[in-house]
């Protein structure tokens, strides 16, 4: 039993310095067993509030990657997933497919755009950032470590935004968790507008569910990451938990 305990703490203190190290993460700490669900695009009404009532029931944590533009639109929304202690990231002002290919100054007036609608609606700065559509570059990551954001990707894709219907959402979800996963999940749309989410409503209680009988703590992504991103104890808490 020692021999285990001694190496689970070592796995945890390699993650943890791994990732202080990383510029962009799509996988967390997988010493433990965590899984980080996201929801990108919102807030969007009445979805949002919904799955933050979904997810307090659980008993779950988990991180809303907003777009600056609906932020402004909707702050209570914002202000609400921070009360219910989800951690709440950047995800652009307007969700442009060019952010990858823009100047260093057309992305960081983008990246300060969003940034501002949240510190706005929050009173503090997100510490997080996830590039729409997933996609970002070389550019796009210095202006983010210039200003202190992480950039956090994913590599479990419910594919909520595809069309697939519930039970694929949480065929996908389910068949992929593994200790450390950061799951993509959405409660808007794509650029704005508002999405009918209600696939992703039908599934979610079923994730909750499944994951939960599998014995995984859903957390936020700072938690699943060892607090890199969200204060300058970085990969401490990967190994200090």
Not at 56 to 81: C, I
Not at 188 to 210: K, M, Q, V, Y
Request: with cysteine; net charge negative; charged share 20%.
């Amino acid at each position: 039993m020692l021999l285990v305990v001694l190496g689970l703490a070592a796995a945890a203190a390699a993650c943890g310095a791994s990732l202080a190290r990383a510029r962009h993460l799509s996988e967390g700490c997988t010493a433990r067993r965590e899984i980080a669900l996201t929801f990108d695009d919102g807030p969007n009404p009445p979805f949002t509030s919904q799955i933050l009532d979904m997810l307090t029931v659980a008993g779950a944590r988990a991180t809303f990657f907003d777009e600056g533009q609906a932020v402004e639109s909707y702050p209570d929304l914002v202000r609400a997933e921070a009360a219910r202690g989800m951690t709440v990231g950047s995800h652009s002002y307007t969700h442009s497919a060019d952010l990858p290919t823009m100047s260093h100054a057309a992305f960081a007036d983008d990246l300060q755009r969003a940034g501002d609608a949240l510190t706005a609606a929050l009173g503090q700065e997100p510490m997080l950032y996830r590039s729409p559509f997933g996609h970002t570059s070389d550019t796009m990551l210095e202006e983010e470590r210039k200003r202190g954001y992480t950039s956090i990707g994913w590599d479990v894709d419910s594919e909520d935004w595809s069309g697939a219907d519930a039970d694929r959402v949480v065929s996908n979800v389910l068949g992929a968790a593994h200790p450390g996963a950061i799951v993509l999940m959405h409660d808007g749309g794509l650029g704005g507008g508002n999405p009918d989410r209600a696939t992703t409503l039908a599934a979610l209680p079923r994730i909750l569910e499944g994951l939960r009988e599998r014995g995984y703590a859903l957390v936020t992504v700072p938690q699943i990451i060892g607090g890199a991103g969200s204060s300058s104890a970085g990969a401490a808490a990967c190994s200090a938990n």
